[in-house]
């Protein structure tokens, strides 16, 4: 079965432009999850879907930041214009509805420049 | 606001020995979550701990939960090299897997 994936696995941006990361869940996760590790600082909630629906977007740091998931499958979330301030690694993680256990990607690694 | 806080940040080990890692939280919540980073690669879940006085024992490592303290321990028993890893404790405070999570613990363990 495959698990999380993310891609890029790193980008490397002037700030000012625009960035899409991308993120397939597990088939069949309806939960999908974005985080962001921010210079080795702790790993922090950006925002929740439940299938196609923003269940909790309270973590996302302001309206750079657009997240989508047509369909309830894969999701993106685009920063545009990116600032030196979002250089990060973005996870994304997934789970069954009721399921305790988030299965995480590897992380895209975001340097904004 | 939820505040998870992690002690140490980082650890520094002998083969052999033994540690406890902290992890204290600001609000209420019965479900607690232990996560093993290695460098580059994704959050592998270890333990997740669903009410008060849980213990959950996977080899070397031992996590525990007194959500009347509102504190997490993860032990290690004679560490061993292949431990070395970034430890990560996280609270999911709605029951929702909305987590919220420690700042992480890099764990080295030398031999």
């Known amino acids: 079965e495959a698990g999380v994936t993310q891609f890029p696995s790193h980008s490397v941006i002037e700030k000012g432009q625009t960035v899409t990361l991308r993120c397939d869940p597990i088939s069949g996760h309806d939960n999908l999850y974005w985080y962001r590790r921010v210079m080795g600082k702790e790993i922090k909630f950006l925002l929740h879907?439940?299938?196609?629906?923003?269940?909790?977007e309270s973590g996302m740091p302001n309206n750079r930041f657009l997240a989508e998931r047509t369909g309830g499958t894969y999701s993106t979330l685009k920063v545009q214009p990116a600032e030196l301030e979002d250089s990060g690694v973005y996870f994304c993680?997934?789970?069954?509805?009721?399921?305790?256990?988030?299965?995480f990607g590897s992380g895209t690694q975001l340097s904004v420049l | 606001e939820l505040k998870v806080e992690q002690n140490p940040l980082f650890l520094s080990m002998q083969e052999g020995k033994n540690y406890t890692i902290y992890c204290n939280y600001s609000t209420t919540s019965d479900r607690l979550y232990w996560y093993r980073q290695d460098p580059g690669k994704s959050l592998e879940s270890l333990f997740v701990l669903l009410s008060n006085g849980a213990v959950k024992q996977e080899g070397r490592l031992m996590a525990s939960l007194d959500t009347k303290a509102r504190l997490s321990t993860l032990h290690i028993t004679a560490a061993v090299h292949d431990l070395s890893a970034t430890y990560f404790c996280?609270?999911?405070?709605?029951?929702?897997?909305?987590?919220?999570f420690g700042a992480g613990t890099r764990l080295t363990v030398k031999p």
């Open positions: 993680a997934s789970s069954q509805v009721g399921g305790w256990k988030l299965f």
């Open positions: 879907f439940v299938k196609e629906s923003k269940q909790d």
């Open positions: 996280a609270v999911d405070w709605d029951n929702n897997n909305d987590m919220r």
